[in-house]
């Protein structure tokens, strides 16, 4: 049981002494992790309880019936088709051979039993030639088969130490023969050292190596016996101090699969599985993807056929309250509509406990999807992004309110009135100002631009003034090129979510999660009051599908809570990496 990892196993046996022999395996260690289901069952109560085990879908059970019951038992597991290869059946008699287990060949159901008398052995084929000259009494014995029974075995084996125990004890002592009486209590004199004799026995019987160590028995085996297409083959052995050795494997794992072909169900869902887009193709063809891929290598190596079906219901599978049921494809599997299920599916406590899982070959979490924003064309006025509008407006205005105190200060200043020609002596009279208010609002423009002007003021006033608007241009200018050099290398990103609370505490952007999935579970079934809010808005809204989220999470006002792995898309990226929850994913 521990080399096969079994984790739910049926007990089924006939009497008390049946669970007596069987006390050590229910006590063991191992058993207790294990899940254990013990019924007594007879002749009339077989079908019963084959068929409660059959209901609670446990497909291992270890059976302890009579020899004579054997046969009734088998048709029992014929007529309830529980002879398929998900059944595993551990017989406790050592007589397995010399029952008829041809129905059983070619269901690949798995059978194992443990032998005691190897028939292959030269001191078994000799004694059983022996046996074969006594035609009644040998019938009797053999079961009318090639085999000798373990009662047969273990009884010729017996008679053998005795012969050798007594004969050892008569070499020392003289054995004479005395009257005994059956209604008195005296044991015999010789008993003792008979008994002692007896245990220092070495031989080989036909029941294996003999040898005792305090009145237990030793150096025995047990073949571990398999049932294959062409018959019960031994694949390993069982011993007192070393346990089971299995010497051969693949006996344990090749599930009848052969010649069987499974039923493998799977989900679309980009890049683990994917329909063909080009090309006319049936069949297992139609489909690509990781997990294609990954069960075509796995079919391979196991060596088996296999039909891909898509979920009828396009689901993964979530468990409803309500009604009690799954659904998706957890449902089919336990319906046995499918032999096992490939995809991106989600491991979680909830469906382990209803189907087993593979060893995870991808770990995720949970994170948000959203359009990527695109750049916008260049506008005419797209210069002016560096400063904000008001900026602009304010510099406008200092352009305005600079130029004309310009144009006063140099009026009301007598040191920037000039005679236009100082060489003509006639005309001393006529003097001019050369900031008229065109020439102050060029002088100003010229400064902001950092070209200047061939106006050069001269009064300390005007002076004063144009140092001021010097300054103002510098710092202005300086804070538009950085800004401007930004804009050009940087496309400004806008994050309005950054986490889920940030999501939850607003209504304007919608938010969905792929319908029966396990993101949606974890929402519904979560105790933090942020996610059970975020779940009471999803819950007034559509669950979508996966690929209508996508379409969908084009939309700037849209946004899809779903597992990181759908962030690796060339059109779409996830603003963050929010650490909701993390996920293993297998097949």
């Known amino acids: 049981m521990a080399y096969l990892n079994w984790t739910r196993v049926a007990i089924v046996y006939e009497d008390d002494y049946g669970l007596v ?57 014929l007529q309830l088709q529980m002879n398929d290869y998900n059944y595993h ?112 026995v070495d031989r080989k019987g036909i029941s294996g190596p003999i040898g005792f160590k305090e009145g237990r028995r030793i150096q025995f085996k047990l073949d571990l016996l398999k049932l294959r297409q062409q018959s019960l083959v031994k694949v390993g052995e069982w011993r007192p101090g070393s346990g089971v050795n299995i010497t ?36 297992n063809d139609r489909y690509e993807g990781f997990c294609i891929d990954l069960l075509k290598e ?91 509008i008001e900026i602009w407006l304010y510099v406008l205005a200092a352009y305005i309110l600079v130029s004309v105190t310009m144009f006063v200060v140099a009026r009301f200043s007598p040191y920037e009135w000039n005679n236009p020609h100082p060489c003509h002596s006639q005309n001393t009279e006529i003097v001019e100002n050369q900031f008229s208010l065109a020439n102050s609002f060029w002088f100003t423009i010229g400064t902001l631009m950092q070209q200047g002007s061939d106006l050069n003021p001269k009064a300390t006033s005007t002076r004063i003034v144009s140092g001021v608007w010097w300054f103002f241009t510098l710092i202005i200018i300086s804070s538009y090129t950085a800004n401007l050099a930004a804009f050009l290398t940087v496309e400004r990103m806008i994050t309005p979510i950054e986490n889920a609370e940030d999501l939850a505490s607003q209504t304007d952007i919608s938010y969905g999660t792929l319908e029966s999935g396990s993101t949606m579970t974890f929402f519904r079934d979560s105790m933090i009051e942020t996610y059970k809010k975020m779940w009471r808005f999803m819950e007034n809204k559509n669950l979508l599908y996966s690929f ?40």
Not at 548 to 575: D, H, V, Y
Request: aromatic share 12%.
């Open 248 to 283: 051969d494997k693949s006996a344990f794992f090749e599930a009848g699969t052969t010649n069987v072909t499974l039923v493998v169900i799977t989900i679309l869902e980009t890049p683990y599985v994917m329909l063909r887009s080009k090309g006319n193709f049936s069949g």
């Open 21 to 77: 022999k069987l006390r050590e395996l229910v006590r063991s260690r191992r058993s207790q992790d294990m899940e254990i289901y013990l019924r007594q069952a007879d002749l009339d109560s077989y079908r019963q309880v084959l068929s409660e085990i059959k209901a609670k879908e446990i497909r291992n059970l270890i059976v302890d019936t009579k020899p004579g019951n054997m046969h009734h038992f088998l048709r029992m597991i």
């Open 548 to 587: 209508l989220l996508m379409k969908r999470a084009l939309s700037e006002f849209f946004k899809g809570i779903m597992p990181s792995s759908w962030n690796q898309r060339c059109s779409t990226i996830s603003f963050r990496e929010t650490a909701i929850l993390h996920k293993l994913v297998a097949y």
């Open 89 to 200: 059946y551990l017989f406790t008699t050592f007589d397995i051979e010399t029952f008829d287990l041809e129905d059983f060949k070619y269901n690949f159901v798995n059978i194992t039993a443990f032998r005691l008398v190897d028939a292959d052995d030269a001191e078994v084929r000799g004694v059983l030639r022996d046996m074969e000259k006594f035609q009644f009494q040998g019938n009797n014995l053999l079961n009318k088969s090639r085999v000798i029974q373990a009662e047969a075995a273990l009884m010729y084996d017996s008679v053998q130490v005795f012969a050798v125990g007594l004969r050892t004890l008569e070499q020392s002592h003289a054995l004479r023969p005395m009257n005994i009486s059956c209604e008195l209590e005296h044991p015999w004199d010789g008993g003792l050292s008979l008994i002692n004799y007896i245990n220092t």
């Open 298 to 388: 796995i079919a391979h190596m196991v060596g088996f056929a296999y039909r891909i079906e898509l979920v009828p219901d396009g689901k993964y599978g979530v468990y409803d309250y309500e009604t009690g049921e799954w659904n998706g494809i957890v449902r089919q599997l336990m319906d046995k509509k499918a032999d096992l299920a490939v995809g991106s599916m989600t491991i979680n406590y909830a469906r382990e406990s209803v189907i087993d899982f593979t060893k995870p070959f991808m770990n995720l979490g949970i994170s948000i999807l959203f359009k990527v924003p695109t750049s916008h064309p260049a506008r005419l006025f797209s210069f002016m992004n560096p400063l904000a």
